[in-house]
């Protein structure tokens, strides 16, 4: 019963340095969506995907891009990583884009940049 | 401005202690949901509220969605340490995600 798998659970990278953040659910689910966590400023939405082939910006996209060629699989990739890209990030999907629509999130990538 | 203002922000409570955070906007909701967040994991769904007054109950938790539809509370009777975490109020965005009050850290102490 895996349900959202996020790798890695830690990383630290320096500056300028490129990474993808790896997210896959085994639910089937149609959305999928990236949010960054920072103190103070709750969770915030990065990038989301209501579909295989589909990608749209969230509130907080610069310095981010995402794909998904698949269902299962949004992958987030940091571009050139900065010191203020430093947060806890959060990989989260449901059934459909509905209001009402439980979100499902993985364990996250606690990820440092030095 | 915060769409959704949740407090209090952080609370120390000794085990078998009742308490209630907070969850409050000016605006309007179809629905809310409240999610627990554990050190080092996720959040969780816990309950969906839809309904102008409903009370939904989860063992020890009970959640109140206002009457209006601006503002639920959750009450917990009898708070136990794997209570502890971070409680997370939320509802949908228009690009189908999730808009997420700060949250209330909560530890309860044995």
């Known amino acids: 019963n895996a349900g959202v798998t996020q790798t890695p659970k830690f990383q630290v990278l320096k500056t300028g340095q490129s990474m993808t953040l790896q997210c896959a659910q085994d639910m089937n689910h149609e959305y999928m969506s990236w949010y960054r966590q920072d103190p103070g400023m709750g969770l915030r939405l990065i990038h989301y995907s209501v579909g295989a082939g589909i990608t749209d910006q969230g509130e907080v996209p610069n310095g981010y891009n995402v794909s998904r060629s698949t269902t299962e699989d949004f992958p987030l990739r940091l571009l050139s990583a900065a010191p203020s890209q430093t947060s806890v990030y959060f990989c989260?999907?449901?059934?459909?884009?509905?209001?009402?629509?439980?979100?499902?999130f993985g364990d996250g990538t606690r990820l440092s940049i030095l | 401005t915060q769409l959704l203002e949740q407090s209090p922000q952080f609370l120390s409570i000794q085990e078998g202690e009742n308490l209630t955070v907070y969850c409050n906007s000016s605006s309007v909701f179809s629905s809310l949901q409240w999610y627990r967040q554990e050190p080092g994991e996720g959040p969780v769904l816990l309950v969906t509220?839809?309904?102008?007054?409903e009370v939904k109950k989860l063992k020890r938790l009970t959640f109140q969605f206002g009457d209006a539809r601006k503002d639920s509370s959750l009450h917990i009777t009898a708070a136990q340490p794997g209570d502890t975490g971070l409680y997370l109020c939320?509802?949908?965005?228009?690009?189908?995600?999730?808009?997420f009050g700060k949250g209330t850290k909560l530890s309860v102490k044995p």
């Open positions: 989260a999907s449901s059934h459909s884009r509905g209001e009402n629509q439980p979100q499902h």
């Open positions: 509220v839809v309904t102008g007054g």
């Open positions: 939320a509802v949908g965005g228009s690009q189908g995600n999730l808009i």
